[in-house]
């Protein structure tokens, strides 16, 4: 039998204006109870049945982009007894190699099947975020609508940026996570997940710009002193961060790789017309898949800049100032470094959608024709992702099976070239700490044309240690998948000597060649 308090509850929750109500998502005041368990019974699995279908594609490759095998071959390196930011060494915070190491010991190193179903986990802990954000400020309906966006639209640019177990995927969780915390004044646990985000990826500290902002405007409207909220906010930043360090062996190391070491990395340079290129190309297609929901936006800011009214089904709810602002930081993080690959534009999603979602919403527009494009437009990537053209790993999967047939477990293989799935695939060492050219030479992917690569641009002192770490024995294979890159050996003095002096071709694989140590 309902005890007085909860009929009292119940009453006053009748009484409470509609605008409230909906609002308030139409929850029940009592945690647990009514139709918010309901709500949440029912929409979870649905959600979760769409993250698996969508991501299905993702368990039909051994590898998906080299930044997988970057972090497959790490976590090798790391049960071999490897030290983070010291024997092995990236440009990311541990999280994720963690992640990987820690899938591996349990499930083995020979498959990423583990990673991708947690991938798949962290869409969904997203989708369930964002449909969280979006009920609490539109209603019960808006909340569903958003999570099933989110989970449609991840897959909305090419399928090796949105397949792949890697950074941004496992990024979002905790991005969402500090983005609600502050929306419902939870300042410490923002701060914390704010610390989460960016020991995942550097960029996804980018959601600190509007748990600040909204912790300025809630003290602005309540009328209290905001220091004490920035306290918390910066103790939980802080701590995660600072746990870290004292984990790794290398505290140095790490702020080193994370943080002060990616300067030239992360620098303008290079072919402008082919960033530029590459910018708008997965603009356009991230537009195009969301077009169902950003055309209701593109909608509303036009008639609002014409001053006219907006037809509304019901009063708009609230202010989505805070997600323009959670937007502009995300657009900026995706600018950090100017190479503007596809994978980066995943953190552009969840502020989109909840734009969108609230435009719907707002408005006279129904939800009906928003889902069915979306779902049409990511039938057609699902499909892409299925009929992805594999030529680049079957010729990657020959070389790594050449390469295994010429050496054997004991031995050390050298890539040179910026594809480390290479090391995972033929299931041997690295001869090196530096998985790939870039740290010997400057050069990232999608800046051909940068001035800066050379011998002369390595990371600092990377050279010296490259060369003791051949002193203790040379690799006894070395792959050279430069092709035509501005690293090519013949640009490199110290590997075109290395391999003219110790080394012969065994064989060649289009523009990838394999040698092996002279008898």
Known sequence: MPTPTRLSLARLAERLPERVRTQLGNAPLLPGGGQGGRYWTRLVPVLALVALLTHVPSFARPVWSPDEGFLATQARMLADGGVLYDTVVDR???????????CFAVFGSASLWPLRTLAVVAHLVTAILLASLARGRWGNRAGAGAGLLYLLVSIGLSPEDTQAATFEVFMLPAMVAAFRYAERRRWLAAGIAVALCSLTKQTGG??????????????RRRGVPW????????????????LVAAILTKPKGFLFWVVTGSGDYASFGGAWLQMIGRALGNSAILVAAGLGFLFP????????????PLPAAGEEHGSTADLWVWLLS???????????????????IPPLVLLGTGAVATSAIRWKPVLVYTTVASTVFWGLALAWPGERLNRTTEVATAVAAQTTPKDTVLVWGMHPELYWLADRKPATRYLTAGFLTNYSGGKDGSPNVGEQFSVSNAWQTFDKELANGLPE???????????????VPRIENLLDT???????????????LKR
């Open 502 to 516: 110790h080394y012969e071709v065994v064989g060649v694989f289009a523009d990838t060649v394999v040698y092996r």
């Open 297 to 308: 936006v593109g909608r509303r800011l036009w008639l609002k800049y014409r001053h006219r």
């Open 206 to 219: 980018a959601v600190l710009l509007p748990v600040l902002w909204m912790l300025l405007q809630d003290a």
């Open 477 to 491: 294979v070395v792959v050279d998948d430069s092709g035509i890159a501005p690293y090519q050996p013949v640009m």
């Open 330 to 348: 995300s657009a900026v993080a995706v600018s950090v470094g100017f190479h503007f690959f596809g994978h980066y534009y995943l953190q552009l």
């Open 92 to 102: 990311k915070p541990p999280l994720l190699p963690w992640l990987y190491q820690a």
């Open 227 to 242: 220091p004490p909220a920035l306290f918390k906010i910066a103790f939980g930043f802080t701590l995660p961060i600072a």
